[in-house]
RNA sequence: GGCGACGUGGCCAAGUGGUAAGGCAGGGGUCUGCAAAACCCCUAUCAGCGGUUCGAUUCCGCUCGUCGCCUCCA
């Protein structure tokens, strides 16, 4: 049985989806008014990783991101540069899904944009005018907050304790303080649509709750986000999706990832302190940042460590050159390891223990070492490995093996040569080849048995 | 001011009411012409103070510290 760690109830609780083995899965995705950076990252490696996990377990996960290509700072940024707004959103959105990829993030079954669902918002939204949760003032359209009695059960506050003003100056025009626009009047040389209440677009909320019930249901089973999501986006997600289906619970399992910090800080745009997916990946590599994401559990906040993703990065290389000692049709034998396969399922099981289940992939590249250095035939283990690197969206490739595969025969006749040499008590000239290759990124190992083996390396 | 989370070995990080996984680093070995890699062995009493208990790192309270949210934000 799987354990979830819910948010609206504060606790673990047994999974189980609304009409299995579909499981419906709905995760915020970005803003595209800039680039990503790896705190984004780490939230859909996270989600990712519940997906594949899901999957694993026989589910069949329709897993939705939404992408928000209508906003205030795609505007303000257009404005600015000159280039259209939906352009330069749809150009960061495609960076976007390009990094994902490349990240090892499997496609979502559907990324619906803002600005495709506009006639469906301005649906849901007059159904919330009309039945009294809505007002309209001045062609801006606000929820309003205190006809949802259950408001604040997600973030667990009280309209009454909230500071309003505290932070932001308080619109005099909204009935209550807390109450949120679902619909914004456009000023002039703003994109716009047209409306009941005039020319305008979707307020910031109100798109999740179109997209998720129109693309998954008025009844989710999973919904994962950010941690700073919590408050306002996703509790007024379920104010609006609430009362505007009448269905409750509007998501069974709410799922928070922890946030990357930067210097003692969290990690975001609006901070300013950010670092780039590519850059991530150029320096360290899609599997290093995985394995360092993965090794704390996805609720805990993290903090930026540049040592760490190297020491991840040292570990991923002795765990992928373990899993290498399987041919790749190799079938896990269940019969010796069937105590790793439990020991991970139950890390897994318990609300996605993700640094328990790679202590197992340890285990596993360790006793597949073991095994190969001693002359036995190390498949099992290694094919197990495999397969939960997969699980966990690791690819676990050796090195830079791949691009070194057209290089292949001639690197291969090179240590053929540097093995006679070495016959031959030629060590200097041995040693030259192995110096010369290993500057060329190509590292030379002798094992028992007079044989030797390469590999590429970063 | 309110709500919430966290504080485990040199560093990172799981976990449990009955003396604490894993990774990295470090020390010692095996292997090797040397090297590299790999493998084997070794290294903690869980922020502090009280309380509950036969027994607490694990439950409760307080203190200190760190962080998040209360504004857009993954």
């Not at 299995?20 to 984004?40: E, F, K, L």
């Not at 990324?111 to 801006?140: C, F, M, T, W």
């Not at 800080?265 to 990946?281: C, D, H």
């Amino acid at each position: 049985m799987i354990r979830v760690y819910n948010t609206l109830t504060g606790q673990k609780e047994d999974f189980s989806p609304i009409s299995p083995p579909r499981v419906t899965m709905y995760v915020c995705g970005p803003t595209v008014y800039g680039p990503a950076h790896i705190g984004h990252a780490k939230t859909y490696i996270v989600f990712d990783v519940v997906r594949r996990y899901l999957e694993y377990r026989g589910y069949d996960v329709e897993y939705v991101v939404n992408i928000t290509d209508v906003d205030d700072k795609i505007i303000a940024r257009s404005n600015a540069s000159g280039e259209p707004w939906n352009e330069l959103a749809e150009r960061y959105a495609r960076e976007f899904l390009e990094e994902m990829d490349e990240l090892n993030v499997l496609p979502a079954s559907k990324y619906p944009r803002a600005s495709g669902n506009i006639h469906e918002i301005i649906a849901d939204v007059l159904k919330l005018v009309e039945s009294s949760h809505a007002y309209v003032v001045d062609g801006d359209v606000y929820f309003r907050v205190e006809s949802d009695p259950d408001y604040g059960k997600l973030s667990g506050r009280r309209l009454s304790e909230m500071r309003a003003g505290a932070r932001v100056e308080v619109d005099e025009r909204k009935e209550h303080p807390m109450d949120f626009a679902l619909w914004k009047a456009a000023k002039p040389g703003e994109p716009y649509w047209e409306s009941p209440w005039g020319r305008g677009r979707p307020g910031w909320h109100m798109e999740c709750t179109t997209m998720s019930t129109r693309n998954l249901g008025p009844q989710i089973d999973v919904h994962g986000a950010g941690a700073d999501l919590i408050f306002p986006h996703n509790e007024n997600e379920i104010a609006q999706s609430e009362c505007l289906t009448h269905k409750v619970p509007f998501v069974r399992y709410w799922m928070h990832s922890g946030l990357l910090q930067l210097e003692e800080e969290k990690m975001a745009r609006s901070v300013g302190n950010v670092l780039s997916v590519p850059g991530i990946l150029d320096r360290f590599g899609a599997d290093a940042f995985r394995w360092y994401v993965l090794s704390t559990l996805y609720r805990r906040s993290v903090a930026y460590s540049e040592e760490a993703i190297e020491f991840a990065a040292r570990t991923v290389r002795r765990v992928s050159s373990a899993a290498a000692l399987a041919p790749a049709d190799a079938k896990p034998d269940l019969g010796h390891y069937a105590e790793q396969r439990s020991a991970f399922e139950a890390a897994m099981d318990d609300d996605f223990n993700t640094p328990q289940a790679l202590a197992v992939l340890s285990d596993l590249a360790r006793e597949a070492s073991r095994l190969g250095s001693s002359g036995e035939d190390p498949s099992p283990p290694a094919a197990l490995l495999r397969e939960f690197g997969d699980v966990l969206g690791l690819r676990l490739e050796v090195g830079a093996a791949e691009r070194a595969r057209n290089a292949e025969p001639f690197i291969d006749l090179l240590v053929e040569v540097r093995g006679e040499l070495r016959r031959a008590k030629q060590y200097a000239l041995a040693d030259r080849v192995r110096e010369r290759l290993r500057e060329l990124g190509i590292a030379l190992e002798d094992v028992p048995g007079g044989e030797t083996r390469w590999r590429a390396e970063e």
